[in-house]
Every structure is written in structure tokens, then in C-alpha cells.
T-cell receptor, first 115, second 110 residues
Framework: DADVTQTPRNRITKTGKRIMLECSQTKGHDRMYWYRQDPGLGLRLIYYSFDVKDINKGEISDGYSVSRQAQAKFSLSLESAIPNQTALYFC??????????????FGPGTRLTVT | RKEVEQDPGPFNVPEGATVAFNCTYSNSASQSFFWYRQDCRKEPKLLMSVYSSGNEDGRFTAQLNRASQYISLLIRDSKLSDSATYLCAVRKAAGNKLTFGGGTRVLVKP
């Protein structure tokens, strides 16, 4: 089974709808991240969380919100989806100690289309 | 100037050849460096971490040049399966966030 899972894998929604993307991990990592990827723009950080009580904005947080329900779960919400939020969304995790504390491991991604 | 920059390519490489490409970063305080491989529409997968001057893993070698602020990835004896986009990621001294480059596309051809 995959260590980092994301649901749904694909979603088409209409402008103005609320949508939630979910991420779960079994790696036991404390740190979780949400990125979006657009062609030619690489990965951009939306939000990140270093533990259940810690939430931080990334470089492009406007229009998004997150919830860290548990150590293993981190969800991303689009309160009112707009077409320019059409992108590939990735969740990632990293450890907070050990020999490789900064390496991030990614989920399979959610392809979101807003029409 | 972007914090992390990569030549988007594509680098067209004959099978069996060697290819190298760079990733430049603007923040001299950057501490850790990573190369990820991403196949089309799939998640990035960690290829190599570089915490000091470089790292080698089989056919892949990463070299860090702090003076010129770039990190390179060299692939020897290229395989068709090496065709992918290679993302560079950089961590600054403070915090655990990574900044990603836009990726370099590599196409290995028979």
C-alpha cells in the first residue's frame, strides 16, 4: 500500500463550488505539505503543517484553507473554486528528525479541473 | 530572478550517452539540496539528496558548487527509462520548506 494517499485522484467541479482534497499518510511523519503544480511553473507551496496544532501559509495560500485533523491527515479546501485553480495538487510529508529530516515524499496527486 | 532555476530542456540524449544539467539557486544560505524525478502526470519521487559537496548513486551523480550557487545532476549510460522531468529542490537554512525549480525534461532516444 502507498505511504501517502490522496483522494480524489481526479475531480471536475464548477466555479463557485466548495471542494475538499484529502491526504493520508502511514509514514509516521509529523510534517505535511500541500503543493499545486502548473505547467511551466513547477511546484508551489500552498500550506504546510509541522504538527497537528501548527498550520502555516505557503507562497500561494489565497483561496485555499487547510485542516490537520490528525497526525496522519491533512486536507485542503477550496471554499469557492475558480477556473485558475485548475491544476495538479500534491500532498507531501517529511520527518522531523533522523538522518533525513528534510526529504519530502509525495502522494500520487489530485487532478482538479474547475469549469 | 527566481529562487531556483532550471533549464526546461528538453535534453535529447542518445541511449548510452552521458547527460548533465544544472540547477541554480539565488539564496547563498541554502543548506540542503534534492533531485526528484517526475514522470508525466505522476508524483515527484526522490532521486538523491545532497547535504555536502555531492552524492553518487549508481549512474547518477550530483555535485554542489556553493561558490557559483548551483547543483548539477549527471546521468551516465542513459537508459530509455531515464526519460522524465528532473526537479531540483532547495532548502534554506531556516525552516523545512523546499523551493522547487521548474524542472528539466530529459528524453533518452534509441
Amino acid at each position: 500500500d502507498a505511504d501517502v494517499t490522496q483522494t480524489p485522484r481526479n475531480r471536475i467541479t464548477k466555479t463557485g463550488k466548495r471542494i475538499m482534497l484529502e491526504c493520508s499518510q502511514t509514514k509516521g511523519h509529523d510534517r505535511m505539505y500541500w503543493y499545486r503544480q502548473d505547467p511551466g511553473l513547477g511546484l508551489r507551496l500552498i500550506y504546510y503543517s509541522f504538527d497537528v496544532k501548527d498550520i502555516n501559509k505557503g507562497e500561494i495560500s489565497d483561496g485555499y484553507s487547510v485542516s490537520r485533523q490528525a497526525q496522519a491527515k491533512f486536507s485542503l479546501s477550496l471554499e469557492s473554486a475558480i477556473p485558475n485553480q485548475t491544476a495538479l495538487y500534491f500532498c507531501a510529508t517529511s520527518d522531523n528528525g533522523g538522518s533525513t529530516p528534510y526529504e519530502q515524499y509525495f502522494g500520487p496527486g489530485t487532478r482538479l479541473t474547475v469549469t | 530572478r527566481k529562487e531556483v532555476e532550471q533549464d526546461p530542456g528538453p535534453f535529447n540524449v542518445p541511449e548510452g550517452a552521458t547527460v548533465a544539467f544544472n540547477c541554480t539557486y539565488s539564496n547563498s544560505a541554502s543548506q540542503s539540496f534534492f533531485w526528484y524525478r517526475q514522470d508525466c502526470r505522476k508524483e515527484p519521487k526522490l532521486l538523491m539528496s545532497v547535504y555536502s559537496s555531492g552524492n553518487e548513486d549508481g549512474r547518477f551523480t550530483a555535485q554542489l558548487n556553493r561558490a557559483s550557487q548551483y547543483i548539477s545532476l549527471l546521468i551516465r549510460d542513459s537508459k530509455l527509462s531515464d526519460s522524465a522531468t528532473y526537479l531540483c529542490a532547495v532548502r534554506k537554512a531556516a525552516g523545512n520548506k523546499l523551493t522547487f525549480g521548474g524542472g528539466t525534461r530529459v528524453l533518452v532516444k534509441p
